[in-house]
């Protein structure tokens, strides 16, 4: 993470976006699974379906693996002068926000968010377009708000406590 940082700045943490984001490939990943073990309990006789569906689970495999590793290495950052998102295990791309141009931050949550606590934040910076401007889904986002809050309105406090962790 050092290396996205200047000498000046002070890390507040990072996020990684909640599991849900790859839920979809998870649930994938299982069904395929079970529909390889129906398949091979069922045609066992005939080796070419047998080969094909292996073939098909090993494909999904490997885009679950690939888009559930590039999940585990996106984060969200935030430190007492910006707010990053890096993105990519093969190409990365980060896109970074500086604080003192946003000028409007809400978070939004569905049901199944504020069961699962999860939410998606939501950046204006002076009516511009920005690279930065939905990110989504981010665990504990009242907490997270919260600190970005504080980071954004109150950094003496923020350096108060950080020395006092020291």
């Not at 529909?35 to 885009?63: D, E, N, R």
């Not at 007492?80 to 500086?98: S, Y």
């Not at 003192?100 to 069961?115: E, F, H, I, K, N």
């Amino acid at each position: 993470m050092a290396q996205y940082l200047f000498d000046s700045e002070r890390y507040c943490g990072e996020w990684r976006r909640h599991w849900i984001h790859v839920s979809q490939w998870l649930l994938a990943l299982a069904g395929g699974t079970l529909l390889l073990g129906y398949v091979v309990g069922a045609m066992g006789s005939v080796p070419y379906v047998v080969g094909a569906a292996a073939v098909l689970w090993i494909v999904l495999l490997l885009l679950a693996g690939f888009k559930i590793g590039d999940w585990f290495f996106d984060k969200f950052v935030l430190t007492d002068k910006r707010v990053m998102l890096i993105e990519g295990i093969v190409t990365r791309r980060v896109a970074m926000m500086p604080l003192a141009r946003v000028t409007d931050m809400a978070y939004q949550q569905s049901p199944l968010g504020r069961v699962l606590n999860y939410g998606t934040f939501v950046l204006e910076s002076a009516g511009q377009d920005q690279a930065l401007r939905e990110i989504a889904p981010l665990p504990y986002p009242n907490e997270l708000y919260l600190l970005f809050c504080q980071v954004m309105y109150d950094p003496e406090e923020m350096l108060a406590v950080g020395e006092e962790g020291d």
